[in-house]
């Protein structure tokens, strides 16, 4: 079985084939992870969310925060739209009730003990272990796939509270969890979310640094992939592994072999021609 973790889809379906076709991908015995932004600002959203569903044992999927602006729109929540969304493949489809239903079911973190590799879209806060983070992503789990999912994209969007405690509650808590796991790029120094600057580290402004290089970060032994940071690129730092390599930029989709070492990428290039902002700024 071989075990496959790739960066940022966002509807760049036929990239994601040709990713698939390279790495001879087999979902009787293999493994593909997705992770996050699955949808949105590519062409064709519906067919990736399409596929994903077919192999729920083979396809193993967390959210990213253009996965939950979706969901947002879908819940009536539309104040935040922006002029480079294309959300309408899943939005007028006619399956848009069971497309809708299964992003809803899907985790903001993801943990293999097998293989003892953890898969989030954006990144976690130095605080927490892989346990509490998986315990963490229980909690909105639990408000998305009940009844009142709706309430909770009233209330999601937000920079605040930046600072983890244990005694945060509501919607509050459920905010910093969900920024921290598909917004997240870097700290200040003392340990708060730094959510606004969202370009590379070589501009980073003072007194902050990525999530990953955090001093004291409870998870620095563990093995992380994510995505959501197409400025940074692909790369190892330490354990954990970025994959986001902007297709839906019209640059590379890549592909992680992770469950043996040594690791290996796999990179097809995407086509800019069927990418309606392929030469737009790379900013999310």
């Known amino acids: 079985m071989a075990v496959y973790a790739i960066g940022d889809v966002q509807g760049c379906f036929d990239e994601l084939m040709k990713l698939l076709e390279k790495v001879h991908f087999n979902p009787d015995v293999d493994q593909i992870w997705l992770a996050g932004d699955l949808v949105n600002r590519g062409p064709k959203s519906a067919e990736v969310l399409r596929f994903a569903m077919q192999y729920p044992e083979s396809i193993k999927v967390v959210l990213g925060n253009h996965d939950l602006h979706l969901l947002a729109n879908a819940a009536g929540v539309n104040e935040h739209q922006h002029r480079m969304d294309t959300m309408e493949s899943i939005l007028d489809a006619k399956d848009r009730e069971q497309l809708i239903f299964w992003l809803r079911h899907q985790p903001l973190f993801y943990y293999d003990a097998k293989l003892n590799f953890s898969m989030v879209h954006a990144g976690l806060p130095p605080e927490w272990t892989i346990a509490e983070s998986c315990e963490r992503s229980k909690e909105v789990e639990l408000v ?24 945060l509650t509501g919607w509050d808590r459920l905010r910093f969890i969900t920024n921290c796991f598909t917004r997240l790029r870097y700290c200040h120094d003392d340990g708060r979310l730094a959510l606004k600057f969202k370009g ?11 999530w990953f290089d955090m001093p004291n970060r409870a998870s620095k032994n563990d093995r992380i992939v994510f995505g959501h940071w197409s400025t940074l690129g692909t790369g190892q730092y330490g354990n954990v592994f970025s994959l986001d390599s902007g297709a839906v930029w019209g640059e590379q989709l890549t592909a992680l072999r992770i469950d043996k070492e040594p690791y290996q990428w796999f990179v097809i290039e995407a086509d800019p021609d069927g990418l309606p902002h392929a030469k737009t700024s790379k900013k999310k």
């Open 200 to 210: 590379e580290p070589k501009d980073k402004p003072d007194k902050q640094k990525t």
């Open 144 to 167: 998305l796939q009940s009844e009142n999912w709706r309430d909770f994209f009233s209330n999601m969007y937000g920079n605040d509270p930046k600072r983890w405690s244990k005694k």
